[in-house]
């Protein structure tokens, strides 16, 4: 079994909706699997100030997927409320994300996307296993 993993410690992580698609591929590069995994703790447009009741900053998303040739996958972070300010003074404008693909306990792959926090991200990534 693999797992793809992704995780933050950003403070204000909870203003962005997260998305992950992944095919997976066989030797030819043909696709023999797809999952996904949608992590969003508030509605696109909330416009919410405060994070939900209950959130914590450590943010983990992970989609667990089986044994293949190979997987594409990409991955959006789509603000859900943007920071309060119009400016840049004083705020981060990215902030790390870990993405990473284990085999049980061993990693395979591993990335640190930075993420623009006033239009969030998407990326692709072929990976062979």
């Known amino acids: 079994m693999y797992t793809l993993q992704l995780t933050t410690s950003y403070a204000e992580n909870w203003r962005y909706n997260i998305m992950v698609t992944l095919s997976l591929r066989n030797e030819a590069g043909e696709q023999t699997g797809y999952h996904s995994v949608e992590d969003s703790p508030l509605p696109i447009d909330s416009n ?3 994070a939900p009741e209950g959130w914590l900053r ?3 998303v992970s989609l667990n997927f089986e044994s293949c040739h190979s997987v594409r ?3 959006y972070l789509l603000p859900n ?3 309060p300010t119009t400016t840049l003074a004083g705020v981060a404008t ?3 994300l870990q993405v ?3 085999k049980g306990e061993e990693e395979l792959f591993s990335d640190k996307l ?3 926090c ?3 991200c998407g990326k692709e990534y072929i990976k062979n296993l």
């Open 48 to 50: 919410s100030d405060h």
């Open 81 to 83: 409320s943007l920071p």
């Open 58 to 60: 450590r943010r983990h």
């Open 114 to 116: 930075n993420v623009n």
């Open 100 to 102: 990473r693909i284990l």
């Open 94 to 96: 990215t902030f790390p």
């Open 118 to 120: 006033f239009g969030g």
């Open 73 to 75: 996958f990409y991955i």
